[in-house]
C-alpha cells in the first residue's frame, strides 16, 4: 500500500517492530506523541500502532522528513539505494545500525546523516 501526504514531520522508521520492549516501538510512541507521522516500515508486519505498515521503502511516496534506522548494517547497505531514492532530509543511524559507506553515499548526496539515538533526540528536544 502507497502512503502519500507532504509534510515536513513524516518519519519513516526503518525496521519498525509491533514489540513493545523495542527501541523502535519507544520512538513510533515518542514520534506520535510530540506530533510526527510515523511511518513504520517492515516487510514481515501489517499492523503497528494502528498505522498500516509500508512492507518496503518502495512502498511510501511523497516528501519524507526523515528516515530513522532501527536494523542492522548490513541492511542499511541493502536499503541504501532505497534510502537515496526517497531522499530525506536526514538520516538518523541509530546506534548498531551504523554503515560508514552508505552514510557517506548519502551525505554525498545532500543528505543529512546523524549517528544518534532518535529516542535521546525525541526527549531532549532536538529532533
Request: aromatic share 6%; with cysteine.
Amino acid at each position: 500500500m502507497k502512503q502519500t501526504a507532504n509534510t515536513n514531520k513524516r518519519v519513516v522508521i526503518l525496521g519498525a517492530s509491533p514489540k513493545t520492549e523495542r527501541y523502535s516501538w519507544q520512538a513510533f510512541q515518542l514520534l506520535e506523541k510530540y506530533g510526527y507521522e510515523p511511518i513504520p516500515v517492515h516487510p514481515a508486519h501489517d499492523i503497528i500502532g494502528g498505522r498500516t505498515v509500508c512492507h518496503s521503502l518502495d512502498d511510501i511516496e511523497g516528501a519524507i522528513d526523515t528516515v530513522t534506522l532501527y536494523v542492522n548494517p548490513s541492511v542499511v547497505e541493502e536499503q541504501t539505494a532505497n534510502i537515496l531514492k526517497l531522499h530525506p532530509r536526514r538520516v538518523i543511524m541509530n546506534p548498531g545500525s551504523e554503515h560508514l559507506l552508505s552514510k557517506k553515499k548519502m551525505e554525498e548526496a545532500g543528505i543529512e546523516v546523524q549517528m544518534a539515538c532518535s529516542l535521546v533526540l525525541l526527549k531532549t528536544g532536538q529532533f
